[in-house]
């Protein structure tokens, strides 16, 4: 019995003999794979960065936000008021953390200088842990001084700057809105994030927000319990309150989990239709391959009969053929994989996002090319295998 | 020389169905060779010489009669017990060489071993001793393209023997050579069989044919003479 590495180099050297036309019919498998593995790798890299974004956001496995309007695509009327929110932190069991936000414009001056922050918003007490930004000079106001209504304001790094320059602000009084408010402390530094910079952001109790922002209207509310299994019974009674506080469902609510979910279905649905689109190319690859595999067999009709004269089983010559419409597929997933990590790993750098090998795609990329080598081989090789000799050798290309 | 038959034909007859036609290529023809032969098979075109070569090497199987190649019955052996015995049994040589164009002199010999089974280190030994026994020693690695017609033919002939067969079919073996070239091949047969290599050789060319021991001619695929000339 021959040796089956026999056929494999023998269906190498073949390839090899023919450099040009073998690089050709490989093209088609390693446009397609190359495609797949930069789109998934990119996809996969979007996930991880977006996922990332929301983590460093402050959601938590046990969060829930609470939102004003009814879900849909629409502007929301906001309906959410602060008396919601303190019905809520009265009232919901397991209750950790409750930070609404009241969004306003801030006008703040100091001395001569004039600034606006981008974000001017009434918080509760419980912003640094619910977001996990901690004020890392003087520190963050109090559930006290929320509720006595004090003018204190903590500020971010970007207003430092603006503001102060190089002074610390901690201590200092500053005019927002033309109302008096002393600056107790200076926010962590959280960087950008989806282009805002988060760190030109100006925080008073939420106490205020009515009298300072001019608006008692909740953006949004921020909720954590204390554990992740008492999200749901949570968010039932949170509708509850709301419901009869409201006689309407003029507001609607999500986790983490629905956020992931939501997140997660859009990119599968567009790796489902990328991947849809390379297994068209992998087939029309496939095609080209059985195409040039079928002209090889005729063409080397002369040779199967060489090497049927001197001893080759049908099943040698099968094997041959196989083999390098095999070798011609996984040659082209393999550079296509190279070519797709280092194109996916390029775009990602450039956009300043994690580049993230998907190994997934990987695998079944090399597993699919096998398949369609075998497959479009087949036919091609039991053409060449059930050559009858004596045509085979008459044979004149 | 012994006096087993190393070759026994008993009234094969092979029809060709063309469309509607049948062609009668053999018509019970008769043969028995026995090792260390050296036969020259002569006839017109159309006689039935090729016929009668792709039945002696396994190519090809008799419509009716025996063929019995070292007392194995080759009608009765399937596709790829034939291809054994082509491997095994049978060296070929052909009129246009019929060298793969893609591979070295050596692994052109190589091939036969390749499919016998044998492992690199072996074929390759093997290979270089048939390439110094036909003089070409020092091209072991050239492909066809650049060796000579005379050449080639050796490296055909190196190849036929590899695996030691019982005999070597030669199709026309000086057809595409000149005289000279043709001289040498004939030269090297002759040398071949005195070592005992069994030969048939089919030609057209009264001259070569007087170079072997034996001469069959056919005619509308029947033997029509059969003498020992030497």
Redesign the interface.
Known sequence: MINTLEPLNIAFKSLAGNKLRSLLTTMGVIIGVAAVITLVSMGEGAKSYIMNQVGSWGMGSNSITVQPGSGDATVPELTLTLSDATALRQKVNNLQYLMPEFVGRGEMVFGKKKYQPSFTMGVSADYPFAYKQAAVEGRFFSAADEAGRKHLVVIGKTIVKNLFGNYSPVGETIKLNGSGFIVIGVLEEKGTMLSYDMDDMALIPSTLSESVLKTNKIWEMFITVNNETQVPQAMAEIRQILLERHKKEDFHMHNQQGLIDIINNILNALTGIVSAIAAISLLVGGIGIMNIMLVAVTERTREIGIRKAIGAKQFDIFLQFVFESVLITMTGAIVGIIIGTLAAWGIMTALKMPAVIAWGAVYIACFVAFLVGTFFGVYPAMQAARMNPVDALRFEA | MSNKPVVSIVDVKRIYQMGTVEVQALRGVNLQITKGEFISIMGPSGCGKSTLM?IL?C??RPTSGLVQIDEVDISKLD??EL??I???KVG?V?QTF???P??SAIENVE??L????I?FDERRARATELLAMVGLAERANHRPSELSGGQSQRVAIA?SLA?NPSLVLADEPTGNLDSKSGAEIIHLFKQLNDRGVTLIMVTHDQEIGNQSKRLVRLKDGLIVSDDKIR
């Open positions: 792709h090497g190519l090809d596709d790829n291809a054994k082509r491997n095994k070929f052909f019929n060298l793969l893609k591979l091939l036969p390749i499919y016998a089974g492992k190849r695996n």
